[in-house]
T-cell receptor
């Protein structure tokens, strides 16, 4: 157990809907990262937050957004969902945010199915 | 732009045989590379990082800047090595860019 928690475990929703995925980092970790794992694209970095501020963006669609709250938990919001958004969404955390080769600790993921 | 390539989606070896999982990268900066592993029903976790130059569970990986490779090797595969292996490149903001992964199956 990495100490990173994600809820919900599974989510099934319809196209056009909006969902929120939640992540609680390990105690003391300031950075949170979101990744999307789909069958055809592999594991892709979406976005990183460090101590409440957006630090870096990867291949995140405009329909997606995220935030990190003062208690350091993070939420990933996915809107106007399409069938292609069906994937496993992972959250990871690490102690620091930049220029340090810190291990990232991954959560168990949220499996999103869009029907 | 950064890119990580793992050319083999699937790799099967017999127990006791050597194993090599290939990883090539493309990055204009100074690369920091990792291997992450996901065992069945477990979370993705760090296996090793190139700056540590360590051997974990018998696995080693050497960064070859000339060939832009970071292949993962083990001289004698064990059944418990069966897992999904991801090569990852870290950029300046500590973001990881992953390859598409190689599923290793060790045949008893």
């Amino acid at each position: 157990d990495s100490g990173v928690t994600q809820t919900p475990k599974h989510l099934i929703t319809a196209t056009g809907q909006r969902v929120t995925l939640r992540c609680s980092p390990r105690s003391g970790d300031l950075s949170v990262y979101w990744y999307q794992q789909s069958l055809d694209q592999g594991l892709q970095f979406l976005i990183q937050y460090y101590n409440g501020e957006e630090r870096a963006k990867g291949n995140i669609l405009e329909r997606f957004s995220a935030q990190q709250f003062p208690d350091l938990h993070s939420e990933l919001n996915l809107s106007s969902l399409e069938l292609g958004d069906s994937a496993l969404y992972f959250c990871a955390s690490s102690p620091q945010g930049a220029r340090d080769s810190y291990e990232q600790y991954f959560g168990p993921g949220t499996r999103l199915t869009v029907t | 732009a950064q890119r990580v390539t793992q050319p083999e989606k699937l790799l099967s070896v017999f127990k006791g045989a050597p194993v090599e999982l290939k990883c090539n990268y493309s990055y204009s900066g100074s690369p920091e590379l990792f291997w992450y592993v996901q065992y069945s029903r477990q979370r993705l976790q760090l296996l090793l990082r190139h700056i540590s130059r360590e051997s974990i569970k018998g696995f080693t990986a050497d960064l070859n800047k000339g060939e832009t490779s970071f292949h993962l090797k083990k001289p004698f595969a064990q059944e418990e090595d069966s897992a999904m292996y991801y090569c990852a490149l870290q950029t300046g903001a500590n973001n990881l860019f992953f390859g598409t992964g190689t599923r290793l199956t060790v045949i008893p």
